[in-house]
Nanobody, 124 residues
Framework: QVQLVESGGGLVQAGGSLRLSCAAS????????MGWFRQAPGKEREFVAA?????????????ADSVKGRFTISRDNAKAKNTVYLQMNSLKPEDTAVYYC????????????WGQGTQVTVSS
């Protein structure tokens, strides 16, 4: 059974930064796709960023247009970590949402596992 646990959310002023972490347990996920989504109040869940294995030690990274140049997704596949990160810079009030981590065991962007979410609030 795979479990995903997010951390790192909080309250930050506009222009500030936060780093979210998502630790996967129960399976080695180095060949899996991992991603971040968010859901603001009254809105549908939306894609933020994702990464998938492209061969060797390389990974693709994809971003929503709204976060390109501000957010960076990265991952640490060391056995003890099995973690994906989302570095969020130049945060805006419209980035306020619950952020969810997702895992795609097929290696592509098909999400079978989800974390419980972590709240990010950006004040103006």
């Amino acid at each position: 059974q795979v479990q995903l646990v997010e951390s790192g959310g909080g309250l930050v002023q506009a222009g500030g930064s936060l780093r979210l972490s998502c630790a996967a347990s129960g399976r080695t996920v180095s060949s899996y796709a991992m991603g971040w989504f968010r859901q603001a109040p009254g809105k549908e869940r939306e894609f933020v960023a994702a990464t998938k294995w492209s061969g060797g030690n390389a990974y693709y990274a994809d971003y929503a247009d709204s976060v390109k140049g501000r957010f960076t997704i990265s991952r640490d596949n060391a056995k003890a970590k099995n973690t994906v990160y989302l570095q969020m810079n130049s945060l805006k009030p419209e980035d306020t949402a619950v952020y969810y981590c997702a895992l795609g065991p097929s290696g592509d962007y098909v999400w079978d596992y989800w974390g419980q979410g972590t709240q990010v609030t950006v004040s103006s």
